[in-house]
Each structure stands twice: as structure tokens, then as C-alpha cells.
């Protein structure tokens, strides 16, 4: 039970992050930077059964997915907020294999974060990339970005003003 406890809390501090978010997000220094929140998805809160050892981390991922459609549906239109649950899918659309792929998915994690960040509309929340995506141009409209990304496996992470970092669970890279 410990573990459901865990697990859950981390799944509702995405809310709380969310909440810090948009108050920066609001702030008129932004007013013309691209705004995206961003939480490290996979597909565990879209099947019916998750497999054993993913019980836990299934109920973070679909607290986590719900906040984000509610966000994206609620504070795109009124606020020009972008929010995402992005998954990184094998090829197929499944799951990645997590020793291989996804072990090398640092700079597709970053470029495709990248591009959602400075896209000119809200896609839709739930979205699903592969390895090596090439979806999006990197050049910056804005170097002034604000962001949030959550994952299980890394600390809130976020990022104002003139300066963009994008920490991954396997890799960093600076922009």
C-alpha cells in the first residue's frame, strides 16, 4: 500500500506543479513567450489492464493524463497555455522497450519538446512520437520560454526567462 500512497502523490503533485505553472505562465514577462506544460507520458492510462510491475506508475501516468486533457481543453482558449501528456511509442504504437529505445531517446525527447513548446496551437494533449522524430523545426521564436516537465523518473523541472533547459531521464542538452 505504501507504494499506491507513493505513487499517487507524485500523480497529484503534477496539480500542484500545474498550479505553479500557471501563475508564471500569467505573469506579463511572458506575455509573448510560448507557453507549454509539459509531463512525460506513456501509455499505461489508455489500456484496461496494466502490467503487474507498472501498477503503481499506470496510476500516477492516468492522474497525470487527466489533469493534463482538463488543462488543455480549459486554459488553451483562455490563456494561450499548451499543455501536453507526450509518449514516446515504439514504431508500432506500443511500448517502447525501455533497455533499448527508450535508453536513447534524450535528443528525440528534446527536439520533440522543443518543437511542441514553440508550436503556434495547442495539438492534442495526448501526444505520441517515436524514436528519432523529426516533427518539428528548432529554431526558437522565443528564447524566453517557460515550462514545466514532470516525470517519475527525474525532480520538477522548470525554466524562465532567457534560458531553456530540457533534462531528460537519459540525457541533458542546453539550447
Not at 501498477?55 to 499548451?82: M, V
Request: proline letters at 3%; a positive charge.
Amino acid at each position: 500500500m505504501e507504494e499506491v500512497y507513493k505513487q499517487t502523490a507524485v500523480g497529484i503533485n503534477v496539480f500542484a506543479a500545474g498550479q505553479a505553472a500557471i501563475t508564471h505562465f500569467r505573469d506579463p514577462v511572458h506575455k509573448n513567450h510560448p507557453k507549454a506544460f509539459i509531463v512525460t507520458g506513456n501509455l499505461l492510462p489508455f489500456g484496461q489492464v496494466a502490467p503487474a510491475n507498472f501498477f503503481t506508475l499506470g496510476i500516477q501516468k492516468t492522474i497525470a493524463a487527466r489533469f493534463i486533457a482538463n488543462a488543455a481543453d480549459a486554459y488553451y482558449a483562455a490563456d494561450g497555455i499548451k499543455y501536453y501528456f507526450a509518449s514516446l511509442v515504439s514504431k508500432e504504437g506500443g511500448f517502447v522497450d525501455y533497455q533499448g529505445e527508450f535508453a536513447k531517446s534524450g535528443p528525440t525527447h528534446a527536439k520533440v519538446y522543443w518543437g511542441l513548446i514553440n508550436g503556434e496551437k495547442q495539438e492534442n494533449w495526448d501526444y505520441r512520437y517515436v524514436l528519432w522524430s523529426t516533427f518539428f523545426r528548432l529554431e526558437a521564436k522565443s528564447r524566453g520560454s517557460f515550462f514545466v516537465v514532470v516525470s517519475p523518473s527525474m525532480d520538477l523541472v522548470s525554466f524562465q526567462k532567457h534560458e531553456l533547459v530540457l533534462s531528460v531521464t537519459t540525457a541533458s542538452m542546453r539550447f
